[in-house]
């Protein structure tokens, strides 16, 4: 018997430009990577693949953690990874939420019997190094979570005095660098971070399936101290680590294509520089800020701790949300993405990560949005926007 | 500053031909889709092609489970996301081991607190109905694990007898799937397996990195029964299966080229024809096993549960495994996988699965082998593999 399948057509996406909270867009020369012809997830080759993400992984995170590796999952597997390798039951985690993403770390703390107090910030808002000191003395926990780039809410978290004072109680610092990574400093040693994991599909620009993770000598003895096995056997970083160590030994088969892809895009951030980098991140956040600014659009996150790479904006009173950004992605092909949470209808966020943080898309992006908006009836001064960020860029970019 | 790094090279992987234990060669189509460009997690073509991707996956497990999609994982992450959402702790699960893969179920399920009693048969064997029958009604599970397609043994557990015991016991019935669907009958409803997991780099010729993943009503029901949280975030599938069915929740952000190319793998499975498939495999199987007995190689499983897509095979008295392994990759650059567990160093395992299981394959693998071996001084009649399959397909094959 044949079995009767009316097929599906092949896989022909849309033309997009990415401006959402990720993916970013993807260079062509990652994407080809990732077609390359697949190799046995043992092959020599595939493990000097194996060895260069490692390597590049450290220069990124600037670290020289030997324990730097790519979790098998997208970003939430890798925020998994680290809570509950260095968690058993009973353990105390501070958990500091402000956004979608630090309630996620307490609600993976608490699925494997840790204990799990949380410390917030209204959405949007970041934390100070006098309330982590409060929290610290007070509940005198093992782990302390906190997220570096918010992606719910655009706020960026200072962390390097929190993490003396993380350290100062004897505590273990875990960071969340998803967005942050490869679009703004994440300085793993200077900043004395424990554990921290990432996603490729932000800054970095590869397509999502990976989770980059590093963990500090501290944190390593801790794991090695475990009286309890790890409840994940997947995420298991004392087995994951003998894979992607010395002693390859097979653990599960790593997504090959996945990494072909990853090692791909590292290049690709090595190859510009990471200050390079942070700088024209930097560069096309403020030029979209003035834009918006000169269409009478606010950012929705206090001036001293916006994240370059998504910039959360208030959506002007009486607009639509979900009528604009139906209209972005079906005229122009753009997406942005809404607000999660609390901020659902209020915000847009507006994405300008890796590859997709180009003038050139800041330039699109405001003429779209004008266009928009002025069909939506919403009063602005035509052409205000994409003035004021070219003269932006006129004024600051010499070549 | 600018960061000084030595770039490593770009990804060019060496020409293989893939006939482990997984992954399989991967067709070029699926490369390309893989490498179409990225579309955000929740625009409307990417939500088009999950739906499909169910579709064809329900077709491919011969069921009509709602709940039918693909884990953002490798095959280990679908066992692993079948025994947390099955099992709470202190619940009782059977595991039937005769392999790795059962072995690692047990310990999965051991680490979220569930009550693990495992039965044993040497690697390489399989259960009766009789043995399963005693365990059931001594120890009265909530569930019972066994593997369809050992892929440490090469080994064909048959099922349907079981599933009635294991229903009549008033238990669920999880079946690991992960070699043989695509490439032997994974019959979901006709069986009536309550869960199932699968991979994607074995008889679906897709690179490694999602998990494809079945549940019947009866184990959706148990799911929305649980009085506790899912110990795996990631994994919980009440979220999960929001974000891939009609609300469109968003969990978290799958991964977008994964699933493009798993969705072009999936259309060339069902443009062949389940049948046709099946047949190809086990032909194959056939012309193989016939050419490696010509050379006085004997399969290390008994004839009546032999796998087609993998032949674990006893290598010769005083062939070298490792020289002869590493000769066929570096000459010819044709993979093989050796022994896992007690089997280290006594057999080959050779995968003839998806676009793998060929007649092309088979016959320069016997011939490659065939070079090897005599260099290694082992005594054979010089072309009498080759001819064997040769003779065998010739007298099967009618075109």
Redesign the interface.
């Known amino acids: 018997?044949?079995?009767e399948?009316h097929?599906?057509p092949?896989?022909?996406?849309?033309?997009?430009t990415?401006m959402?909270p990720?993916?970013s867009?993807?260079a062509a020369?990652v994407?080809?990577?990732?077609?390359?012809?697949?190799?046995?997830?043992l092959?020599?080759?595939?493990l000097k693949?194996m060895d260069?993400v490692q390597?590049?992984l450290r220069?990124i995170f600037h670290t020289t953690n030997e324990l730097t590796l790519a979790v098998?999952?997208?970003?939430?597997?890798g925020m998994?990874a680290c809570v509950v390798n260095l968690l058993e039951p009973g353990d105390k985690i501070v958990v500091c939420t402000n956004g979608v993403f630090g309630a996620?770390m307490a609600?993976?703390a608490?699925?494997?019997g840790a204990e799990v107090v949380q410390i917030h910030r209204p959405f949007g808002e970041v934390f100070s190094v006098e309330e982590v000191i409060d929290v610290l003395q007070k509940e005198k926990p093992k782990v302390l979570g906190i997220v570096h780039a918010e992606t719910s809410t655009g706020a960026a978290q200072s962390l390097k005095e929190i993490s003396e004072a993380v350290h100062e109680a004897d505590a273990l610092l875990l960071v969340d660098c998803v967005t942050s990574l490869g679009g703004m400093p994440v300085k793993i040693d200077e900043w004395d971070i424990d554990a921290a994991y990432s996603?490729t599909?932000k800054c970095l620009s590869c397509?999502?399936?990976l989770s980059p993770v590093t963990f500090s000598s501290r944190a390593v003895a801790a794991m090695d101290a475990r009286k309890t096995?790890?409840?994940?056997?997947?995420l298991d970083m004392s087995m994951v680590r003998s894979y992607w160590g010395d002693s390859r030994a097979?653990?599960?088969?790593?997504?090959?294509?996945?990494n072909?892809?990853l090692?791909?895009a590292l290049?690709l951030v090595?190859?510009e520089?990471?200050?390079?980098r942070y700088s024209r991140h930097y560069a096309n956040h403020c030029a979209l800020k003035t834009g918006l600014n000169a269409i009478g659009i606010e950012f929705a996150v206090a001036e001293d701790h916006q994240l370059p790479m998504l910039n959360a904006v208030n959506i002007p009173d009486g607009v639509d949300d979900a009528a604009i950004r139906g209209q972005l992605?079906k005229r122009f092909g753009i997406?942005i993405g809404g607000g999660?949470g609390p901020l659902k209808g209020k915000t847009w966020r507006i994405g300008l990560m890796g590859e997709s943080s180009q003038s050139t898309h800041v330039l699109l992006f405001l003429a779209a949005l004008e266009q928009c908006l002025l069909h939506a009836g919403y009063q602005l001064s035509p052409g205000a926007g994409v003035a004021a960020a070219n003269d932006f860029y006129r004024t600051t970019i010499t070549d």
Do not use: C
């Open positions: 018997m044949t079995i399948h097929l599906h092949p896989i022909a996406p849309p033309r997009r990415l959402g990720g993916p867009d993807v020369s994407l080809a990577a990732l077609g390359a012809p697949t190799v046995g997830h092959d020599p080759y595939f693949v260069e390597d590049m220069t098998s999952g997208t970003g939430s597997a998994e996620r609600d993976v608490g699925r494997i996603g599909q397509p999502p399936g096995k790890v409840s994940s056997w997947y097979y653990h599960h088969t790593a997504p090959i294509n996945m072909f892809g090692h791909q290049r090595l190859e520089g990471m200050e390079n992605l997406e999660l």
